[in-house]
């Protein structure tokens, strides 16, 4: 994790690869003064668009890393592989099954240094990240503590990423999580679309991810930049 420096990211641009970006868009995206790019989505993810995306990315010089859903979709060349490990799943697939028959087949190819296991915890219960997974989203904020306890005190887990995917989030819940980890870093996702929401989620997350604005409103997206790095956050770790 230190060699991509993910500690002093504050702001990070989250592309999908199932959905169409220009070349102009990528270049305002990839030269905007964000510190990093993650690459996954929740559905139609497939090694060639995400291949074709990574390698549209490589012209610029920024971290770019993968956030793996789908083994299939897995592309060499990232500087580094964000696994999933879903919290809150009822499936247990989600948090240990898939991953254990991945090493299983894969085990033996697999770059371990640049493998970085996140605890995800999906509390937006409409959003396709929860269905896919079959996460108890509805969660209260005592929950929602618990769980990324488990990841930070007990897994031991470098990173905790609260997904709201699609709506904004209970920013109080966030505040709780990030203040009860003593090691974890807290990746904040979902639903920013204005300086206010980013400053909002500056306040309450080690990093904010801002995603599907990107494809609807340009100009907003790019504006979260400065006012998540605007935004100096306590200390609480």
Same mark, same amino acid.
């Given at each position: 994790?230190?060699?991509?420096? *993910? #500690?002093?990211?504050?702001? $990070?641009?989250? %592309? &999908?690869?199932?959905?169409?970006?220009? =070349?102009?868009? /990528?270049?305002?995206?990839?030269?905007?003064?964000?510190?990093?790019?993650?690459?996954?989505?929740?559905?139609?993810?497939?090694?060639?668009?995400?291949?074709?995306?990574?390698?549209?990315?490589?012209?610029?010089? *920024? #971290?770019?890393?993968?956030? $793996?859903?789908? %083994? &299939?979709?897995?592309?060499?060349?990232? =500087?580094?592989? /964000?696994?999933?490990?879903?919290?809150?799943?009822?499936?247990?697939?989600?948090?240990?099954?898939?991953?254990?028959?991945?090493?299983?087949?894969?085990?033996?190819?697999?770059?371990?240094?640049?493998?970085?296991?996140?605890?995800?915890?999906?509390?937006?219960?409409?959003?396709?990240?929860?269905?896919?997974?079959?996460?108890?989203?509805?969660?209260?904020?005592?929950?929602?503590?618990?769980?990324?306890?488990?990841?930070?005190?007990?897994?031991?887990?470098?990173?905790?990423?609260?997904?709201?995917?699609?709506?904004?989030?209970?920013?109080?819940?966030?505040?709780?999580?990030?203040?009860?980890?003593?090691?974890?870093?807290?990746?904040?996702?979902?639903?920013?679309?204005?300086?206010?929401?980013?400053?909002?989620?500056?306040?309450?997350?080690?990093?904010?991810?801002?995603?599907?604005?990107?494809?609807?409103?340009?100009?907003?997206?790019?504006?979260?930049?400065?006012?998540?790095?605007?935004?100096?956050?306590?200390?609480?770790?």
């Amino acid at each position: 994790m230190d060699d991509i420096q *993910l #500690p002093s990211w504050r702001h $990070v641009f989250k %592309l &999908d690869p199932d959905k169409e970006i220009s =070349d102009e868009a /990528l270049d305002k995206v990839c030269l905007s003064g964000t510190d990093a790019i993650i690459v996954g989505g929740s559905s139609g993810i497939t090694f060639d668009n995400t291949v074709d995306l990574m390698a549209r990315i490589r012209r610029y010089e *920024l #971290p770019v890393v993968q956030e $793996v859903s789908d %083994l &299939d979709a897995v592309v060499p060349g990232f =500087d580094a592989y /964000l696994i999933p490990m879903v919290l809150n799943t009822t499936n247990p697939d989600w948090l240990v099954g898939q991953h254990q028959r991945a090493i299983e087949q894969y085990g033996y190819m697999m770059p371990w240094d640049l493998l970085i296991p996140e605890g995800y915890l999906i509390l937006n219960p409409e959003c396709t990240a929860a269905k896919v997974s079959e996460a108890k989203a509805n969660l209260t904020k005592k929950e929602a503590v618990a769980y990324a306890q488990v990841a930070d005190k007990l897994m031991r887990l470098p990173l905790v990423y609260v997904e709201y995917s699609g709506a904004f989030g209970d920013m109080d819940a966030v505040k709780a999580i990030r203040t009860a980890m003593s090691q974890a870093f807290v990746i904040y996702g979902g639903g920013v679309t204005t300086v206010e929401q980013a400053q909002e989620a500056a306040e309450a997350a080690d990093i904010v991810v801002v995603g599907n604005i990107i494809y609807e409103d340009m100009a907003a997206a790019l504006a979260t930049v400065n006012a998540v790095k605007a935004v100096a956050i306590e200390d609480n770790i």
